[in-house]
């Protein structure tokens, strides 16, 4: 059974701690990402990783960062957490062609103070 | 323009009933991809359905149906015998080659709430 996990469910952290969300995946899939889900905004694309040590911004980038040393493994990195940071975290993966079908993780629910 | 369109914030349907969920998409690629996800309240998305813009015949997994008419840039995700368990947020999302890579955009989701 493929599965995408993250290192947390639930997250409370403090203005201006750095915080690390991780994701690991068994699928052996090269493409990763990072969303971010708001209510009425839907899911935005943070970051995403085709390749190990490689990284694209995705369309909401600024505040976060990522790093992917192995290829299951997917970090973001709030370098400087902020209020407006609060919401849920999505980590995805999928195949590098065909549908590209996403496989999700449960989601990080991060609140910032 | 929004990429992906979902005009349905909320929507109810009895148990047993079927279910119409909207989705416009804009595009200018000729190759594309259109998906459907369910997010429980658990949180999980789980992957339903897939229509490739190329693909003749509207997709169908199940109960799950995609209707899919490209002239009108429209991919609505049709539920035919709604149970409980289909209560839940949909969403609509996009693969288009976009920067030099292949991106996937998300709609704003439909909430959807099964009646007994």
């Known amino acids: 059974d493929v599965k995408v996990t993250q290192s947390s469910r639930y997250l409370v952290k403090r203005t201006g701690e750095k915080v690390f969300l991780e994701c690991v995946q068994d699928?052996?899939?090269?493409?990763m990402f990072w969303y971010r889900q708001d209510p009425g905004l839907g899911l935005r694309l943070i970051y995403f990783?085709?390749?190990?040590?490689?990284?694209e911004k995705g369309d909401i980038p600024e505040g976060y960062s990522v790093s992917r040393e192995k290829k299951e493994r997917f970090s973001l990195i709030l370098e400087s957490a902020s209020t407006n940071q609060t919401s849920m975290y999505l980590c995805?993966?999928?195949?590098?062609?065909?549908?590209?079908?996403?496989?999700f993780g449960p989601g990080t629910r991060l609140t910032v103070l | 323009a929004q990429k992906i369109t979902q005009t349905q914030p909320g929507m109810f349907v009895q148990e047993k009933e079927a279910v119409t969920l909207d989705c416009t998409y804009d595009?200018?690629?000729?190759?594309?991809?259109l998906f459907w996800y369910k997010q429980p309240s658990s949180g999980e998305m789980i992957f339903l359905i897939y229509?490739?813009?190329?693909?003749?015949q509207n997709a169908t997994e199940g109960r799950y149906s995609l209707n899919f008419q490209k002239a009108r840039k429209s991919a609505n995700l049709v539920i035919s015998a709604s149970q409980l368990g289909d209560s839940a947020m949909y969403f609509c999302?996009?693969?288009?080659?976009?920067?030099?890579?292949?991106?996937?955009?998300f709609g704003t989701g439909t909430k959807l709430q099964v009646i007994p």
């Open positions: 999302a996009m693969r288009e080659f976009s920067g030099g890579y292949q991106k996937v955009t």
């Open positions: 699928m052996d899939h090269e493409n």
């Open positions: 995805a993966s999928s195949l590098p062609s065909g549908r590209l079908e996403q496989f």
């Open positions: 595009t200018s690629d000729q190759s594309y991809g």
């Open positions: 990783s085709y390749d190990v040590k490689m990284k």
């Open positions: 229509q490739g813009s190329y693909d003749e």
